[in-house]
């Protein structure tokens, strides 16, 4: 990856650390966190089934989670994903931190965020690097979106604690990635939520595929998207995530400027995406995908304007939606209730600038909260070149028989989940 290369984001070389373990290539580094400042600047498509998929009407039986892992590339929206998990009681036990929207030498300060919450969460160090070079090119996160910058400003001026703005904090960091995949040596399973590229987990299965597949009871990956599904759409319905959507990899190793047919954390890596889902099912993994067309926080202005028989419009469907988020960060303003996920709905902003309340974070919410969604069992293709992701027409060669996510109840989720868990009721 070329994302631009922050001081304020790397390893804390420069603090003395308190000791190391073992070699450096597993090792657990631990270093001294202080407050920084930063001023941030600011093809043809397979067709979709109808007859060969099964629909879902009832949502999945609703049942206690054990183990949750996570693989992240710690986005805004990625911390959303951590609050819900921790609200819900399911704060996940490890996370592998991994190249995407921030480097991964950010999982020094991901760490201190996660620990200055309360959670518990043991954060391993992945890689900045694509499965199968050459890679595309990630400078226009930084170049065009001042994404990292963004981040980084709000992690030093708003995202912790007050208690934890001044005062100095250990951050520890693991290099054995080993050691959160535990191939083969797990006792109890656990779910692996992606929320990020897939280079380092097609690593992981090309050293000890079996060993993987074997201590991972589900695989939810979060983004995708189904160009070819109803609520694929999105231009006639849903505007403000097909913002969002990204053009698919072109043969020279760039992104398409004329197309929104593909989702960001499959492009930057087409084959691993495709080679992780690829290998999880053969092995006897389940496979849950949800997709951007339903993790869009915008949708609750989009349920709004369908409940109401109003002409959709991209500016109705966002004042709705921002709107609701306002009420949600009022409550979350007069609550005594301090938490990570009261802090993070006063972070959020709409219009995907600083997201902590969209994507990674609603799929989160499938782990404690299944029945706000609707699921169909589906085969899927992923295109290893291109990135584009289509329902397949039966079991096609290349087609992978999966779950995907075709609906989100966002009212619901505001009402039953995000509200109660941020005042406190």
Known sequence: SSIRVYPQA????SIPTLGFHMSLAKATIFAFYLPLVASAPTSRFLQASTQSQKDVAEAKPKSARG????????????????????????????????????EESFAYNFSVLLSSWGLETQVFQGSDSCWSPPCISTS???????YPSKELDIFNTSALPERERTSPRISAVSLDTAGFWEAGTCTEKYTLLILSPQAD???????????????IEEVVVSGGFFVGSEEGKVFEHDQTTFANTMGHRLPNFTLSADDHDAELNVVLDAPAAHSVVERFVSLGVTVTFVPIEVEGVDR??????LNSGDNYSIALQSNLSSTRIAQ????????????????????????????????????????????LFQFRSSFVHVDASSGIENLCVGQLRGCFNTEVATAFNASSWFDAVLRPSVVGA
């Open 67 to 102: 183990r949750v892992k996570v693989v992240t590339d710690m986005g805004f929206d990625d911390w959303g994903a951590f609050a819900v998990l921790h609200a819900a009681g399911l704060g996940p036990e490890a996370a592998l931190a991994t190249g995407g929207m921030m």
């Open 10 to 13: 790397r390893r804390l070389t």
């Open 201 to 215: 987990i097609a690593k992981a299965l090309d050293s000890e595929a079996a060993g993987v597949a074997k201590c």
């Open 140 to 146: 226009f996160i930084e170049d065009d979106w001042h």
């Open 300 to 305: 609750i202005g989009k349920e709004q304007i």
């Open 328 to 371: 949600l960060w009022d409550s979350a303003k007069r609550s005594q209730n301090s938490s990570m996920l009261g802090r993070l709905a006063c972070i959020h902003k709409s219009a995907g600038d600083v997201a902590t309340l969209d994507m990674d974070a609603i799929v989160a919410t499938y782990l404690s909260n299944r029945e």
